[in-house]
């Protein structure tokens, strides 16, 4: 479930211009996603997009929760967490909060970006203890690498098997080099109608959760806000699937084919 929950933070695609006049997102947007293991309704996501202060002036800031539901609580419980605050004028992070629960396993990192000195420090909360690490001007976090993603890249160009590389600092995990491979425009069947989508696989690392390197696939609205719509991961043991099941406040016009 973390991992289907971080993939899920990392993706979606377009244009920067100006702290108050994005293209891809508003102030007040709010996504749900629900999530499928096999036949069980496993749980639902949310990600949600307010404006905040932190360290003495405002930010925006990237709520993304995750919850089991249902009978799969019952074998599996999740409770996830993730906060992002990150600049109006260049969806840089600021400050980036992580506390899960995942079947006994529990998780609370803070992180501190300090540009300036291309440094950030990493607070785990459970032990009170602390390091630093060294970043660079485009590093990112799981939340903000999304509205980041949304706003600056371009399609024009684009050939299917292309590469979007990333660098992101993982909490105590330190900077993961993600990248996400470009597949095609594709058409998906959802509740709200057809959707155009551009499909991706974001490349993980094969191991413990994930059969191979190329095991996730991700659909992202062809349109101006780039929002995720499906996401398709096949596990070690079976398959999930996260689809988007409603939707508030986008800055675009969702784009849907009529039949």
Known sequence: MKKILFIFLITSVFSVLSAQNYQAFQEGEWLKYRLHYGFLN????????EKAEVKGKTVFRAIGKGKTTGFASLFFKVDDTYESFFELDSVRPVYFKRDI?????????????????NSAKIFNIKDSTSFSLEIHD???DILSSTYYLRENFSTDNLKVGDEIPLD????????????????????????????????????????????????LTLWV???????????????????IKADLEGYNGLKNQFTLIMD
């Open 138 to 140: 485009k590093m990112q």
């Open 168 to 215: 992101m600092l993982f909490d105590d995990d330190g900077v993961y080099d993600f990248k996400l491979r470009y597949l095609g425009e594709q058409i998906i069947k959802t509740k709200f109608g057809k959707v155009p989508c551009l499909a991706f696989r974001p490349l993980v690392k094969s191991g413990r959760i994930f059969r191979a390197q190329e095991s």
């Open 221 to 239: 609205s062809n349109d101006l806000n780039r929002i995720p719509i499906r996401i398709q991961a096949d596990l070690r043991v079976g398959s």
């Open 42 to 49: 496993a749980s639902y996501a949310t990600i949600k997009l």
């Open 101 to 117: 629960y995942e079947g006994g396993y529990t998780k609370h990192i803070e992180i501190d970006y300090d540009f300036d000195r």
